[in-house]
């Protein structure tokens, strides 16, 4: 009971951080916006070319560019969520620090980032979301259950986001820098993601590799989810299963690095 008491005030405390920058987060929902603004625009063309492309009709298509804002910065698609703090604690040797602490490393950064994905969700999130809903026909239902299915699936996305970021941090054990990893996170989050287009979307057989892959888990499940285009319980389990699956993959690299552990810049 103590520890989860610890691990909440840990989210809360990565939720009040984040708060405090309001005037990026004003910018970030004005970016956010704009940015709907332009893929729906594209989006409207581009089906009325492809009707029907990827399953979807035209309200749908237009969900999934403003579901996608909604989550751009909750699930650090691009990536600058916790792996950006703990990339220059490693290579700084401020781990150090952390590795002394009585708690669990993986749960830590994890309940951090929880807090920080909830603020962004709220601070940054919803607003281009109701814009969206308000100027342009979307795909919504009118029923709780999907709503709260919805739900199950923006925790479970952000966990998977997590453990792919966690893993890319405790790479700088190794790398001694995180600029390269950055940049390919940003790359991989931004493609995979279903950021740009919906992966349902894509030709054939790159459209079937995409969707199994740990970035699917992000946008296009919880897109489809709420839109009713995908059964909530194997939505769950395809998230889950990559859940459980990188953060053991996560927690067995952090123990290979720990072992090695080599305090830089002093």
């Known amino acids: 009971m103590g520890s989860a008491r610890l691990y909440l005030a840990v989210a809360v405390g990565g939720f009040r951080r984040y708060a405090s920058y309001r005037a990026a987060t004003a910018a970030g929902v004005f970016t956010n916006t704009v940015f709907g603004l332009i893929l729906v625009y594209t989006y409207l063309a581009l089906w009325e070319e492809r009707p029907g492309l990827g399953g979807y009709d035209q309200a749908q298509a237009v969900t999934y560019v403003w579901l996608g804002q909604c989550l751009y910065a909750t699930l650090a698609i691009q990536g600058g969520g916790a792996e950006k703090d703990l990339m220059e604690r490693i290579r700084t040797g401020e781990i150090a620090v952390d590795l002394y602490r009585p708690v669990d490393l993986q749960l830590w950064w994890l309940a951090g980032d929880v807090g920080r994905a909830a603020f962004q969700m709220l601070g940054r999130g919803v607003v281009p979301f109701v814009f969206g809903s308000l100027f342009f026909t979307m795909a919504l239902p009118t029923e709780i259950t999907p ?107 952090q123990s290979v690095a720990t072992r090695r552990v080599v305090v830089q810049g002093g």
Not at 164 to 185: C, E, P
């Open 147 to 253: 709503w709260l299915a919805f739900a199950v699936t923006l925790l479970l996305a952000a966990v998977v986001s997590f453990a792919i970021r966690y893993l890319a941090a405790l790479s700088v054990f190794w790398l001694m820098d995180g600029t390269g990893v950055s940049q390919v996170l940003m790359i991989t989050g931004v493609f995979f993601s279903g950021m740009v287009l919906p992966l349902n979307a894509f030709p054939d057989g790159l459209g079937d590799a995409v969707q199994v892959l740990p970035w699917a888990a992000q946008i296009q499940v919880p897109a489809d989810v709420l839109m009713g285009e995908r059964d909530p319980l194997g939505a769950f389990a395809f998230q889950a299963a990559w859940a459980v699956a990188l953060l053991a993959a996560g927690r067995l690299l």
